[in-house]
């Protein structure tokens, strides 16, 4: 017995040794950071209160929610986010299903054409940012090709809508590779059945296809969420902080970096960050809720035909 439990004690430690070093640095990069941010967001912690900062309670929460005074661009800023949100992740999903579908269709070259949806994927995320700047720039390529002089990235009017295309484009190729893994899992017997009955390919991509890729679909709609709501990478890289100040791109994340970085206030900037875990949090567990709601009615139908069948 004393031998057995050395044994396996000993496994244990050369198991726990092994992931000792992602323990170390999630506990000393990720969590203590998180805990930290926390205590500073009940603070007045900021580069003027540097050491004589105080705990102000939820002071920092109700200042932002109130969004008055220096902070009334708050909600201003949620809905950019939200606008934002809105389309990338139609956009992400019906690119993403369409592409997948024509490169599973046995189309000839389909790895050069997976290879070249998938480099943007691979290219880093400035390189990107830079390039498109210099597309769109008021005296970029696209403008000296069709003879305009728009400012695509400094116009309130396209300037969102150019930020979210860039996004679409760069994630295009991740996404269609999932995708098509989950295409290819589908039972052929569904599409050859349905095609006797003589549905074409739009009634077998829309009965057969979009159900059978369901929870992947759910899986980019929880993660463009996700990912939509921490936008500000773009912003960051293209206007710097506090740069010229273009209303449709002051996204959440944006105002977050430029109330650290600008303002240097810690404390609201660590407060706005847990207000967006917990926006995230809710929506996701809303997302979550709804698909267990469908795939519980999905069980309910499918035990009534089982029963009624056992009937007959």
Request: hydrophobic content about 50%; proline content about 2%.
């Amino acid at each position: 017995m004393k031998q057995k439990t050395k044994s396996i004690l000993k496994r244990n430690a050369i198991g726990y040794g092994f992931i000792a070093p992602l323990l170390i640095y999630f506990v000393i990069f990720q969590l203590a950071p998180m805990l930290i941010a926390l205590i500073i967001s009940f603070t007045n912690y900021s580069w003027e209160h540097l050491f004589d900062y105080e705990f102000v309670g939820f002071h920092n929460y109700w200042t932002l929610l109130g969004a008055q005074g220096n902070y009334s661009w708050f909600w201003s800023s949620l809905k950019t986010t939200f606008l934002y949100i809105l389309i990338t992740v139609p956009a992400n999903i019906i690119l993403t299903l369409a592409v997948s579908s024509l490169l599973n269709s046995k189309i000839k070259g389909e790895k050069f054409f997976k290879t070249v949806f998938y480099i943007p994927s691979v290219t880093v995320g400035v390189a990107i940012m830079v390039m498109w700047k210099q597309l769109l720039s008021s005296d970029g390529v696209i403008n000296k090709l069709f003879g305009t002089n728009i400012d695509f990235l400094y116009n309130n009017n396209t300037a969102l809508l150019v930020i979210a295309l860039m996004s679409v484009w760069g994630g295009l190729g991740y996404n269609v590779l999932i995708m098509l893994s989950a295409m290819k899992n589908i039972d052929q017997s569904l599409y050859e059945a349905a095609e006797m009955d003589g549905a074409g390919a739009f009634k077998r991509f829309w009965y057969v296809t979009v159900p059978g890729v369901m929870p992947t679909v759910f899986f980019f709609l929880v993660m463009g969420l996700i990912g939509g709501f921490q936008v500000g990478e773009q912003m960051l890289i293209i206007y710097g902080v506090n740069d010229v100040y273009v209303d449709s791109m002051h996204t959440y994340v944006y105002q977050l970096y430029s109330i650290m970085r600008g303002d240097s206030d810690y404390g609201m900037a660590s407060a706005m960050s847990y207000l967006l875990f917990l926006i995230i949090l809710v929506f996701t567990l809303i997302q979550f809720r709804l698909q267990n709601g469908r795939s519980d009615r999905k069980r309910r139908v499918k035990n009534k035909e089982i029963t009624a069948n056992e009937g007959v």
